[in-house]
């Protein structure tokens, strides 16, 4: 995984136009500031929000994300132990959908900048190329 692909920005949490800068705030599990991001990259000045109410659509990505993670857990149940009871399986879903919610938050926001803000390697010095 290097710079300049998408899923760098996404792990890492950083800048989609730079990958160098900071997109959120703080980290995910800080429950007063979950999922806030910056009004801008402090290093390339990319604006994080581009129109109001850009990040609705991330709500489509959450719900992928939780679709993902309720088949993985109703899969993993049902194919590798025998019997197990459907409330095990709802309680398993509920719990980890608590626990993963603040991390599915800020990913999807960040997938969802992904889609439209693209990397530039000459970002950070202005869209200019640097010649010595």
């Known amino acids: 995984m290097t710079k300049g692909s998408k899923l760098y920005s996404i792990i890492t949490f950083k800048c989609p136009h730079c990958h160098e800068g900071k997109f959120f705030v703080d980290q995910p599990y800080n429950l007063s500031r979950s999922g806030e991001t910056l009004e801008e990259c402090p290093l390339c000045r990319q604006n994080y929000s581009p129109e109001p109410g850009f990040y609705f659509g991330a709500m489509y990505v959450s719900y992928a994300l939780g679709v993902a993670l ?12 025998d019997d197990v009871s459907v409330w095990l399986q709802i309680g398993l879903v509920v719990g980890a959908s608590i626990f993963l919610g603040p ?3 800020a990913t999807s926001k960040i997938i969802w900048a992904n889609f439209f803000i693209h990397f530039d390697k000459n970002a950070k010095d202005g869209g200019k190329e640097v010649t010595h």
């Open 103 to 105: 991390l599915f938050n």
């Open 70 to 81: 309720f088949v993985s857990i109703w899969a993993s149940c049902n194919w590798f132990f």
